[in-house]
């Protein structure tokens, strides 16, 4: 599967932005999609996920702020992101065929990434 990200971009602190994951295959053929975000050097982390049965996950440090949602017909995942801090700051990845797992969170099919910066 090719995963193309887009929407990522430059917003002050406070903003929104939504994030785009577009698949070249249907979506329906993975249990979980996801987005992950890395810093420079650091690894990455698990941001927001979504099962086939449409059961959701989010990091903490989103929760509340972050919404994940799909569309199959279109084979696209999104993220909006409500109420950006600086902190979130990072190159974000859309990921098919994740996983949610006990508090640990695994990633497959990666995107090229898309970048979001926050201002304060």
């Known amino acids: 599967v090719q995963l193309v990200e887009s929407g990522g971009g430059s917003v002050q602190a406070g903003g929104s932005l939504r994030l785009s994951c577009e698949a070249s295959?249907?979506?329906?053929?993975?249990?979980?999609m996801g987005w992950f975000r890395e810093a420079s050097g650091s690894g990455r982390e698990g941001v927001a996920a979504?099962?086939?049965?449409?059961?959701?996950h989010y990091a903490d440090s989103v929760k509340g702020r972050f919404t994940i949602s799909q569309d199959n017909a279109k084979n696209t995942l999104y993220l909006q992101m409500n109420a950006l801090k600086p902190e979130d700051t990072d190159m974000y990845y859309c990921?098919?065929?994740?996983?949610?797992?006990?508090?640990?969170?695994?990633?497959?099919?990666w995107g090229q990434g898309t970048q979001v910066t926050v201002s304060s």
């Open positions: 295959e249907s979506i329906v053929n993975y249990d979980c």
């Open positions: 979504i099962d086939s049965d449409g059961t959701t």
């Open positions: 990921t098919a065929d994740c996983q949610v797992y006990a508090g640990s969170w695994y990633g497959g099919y």
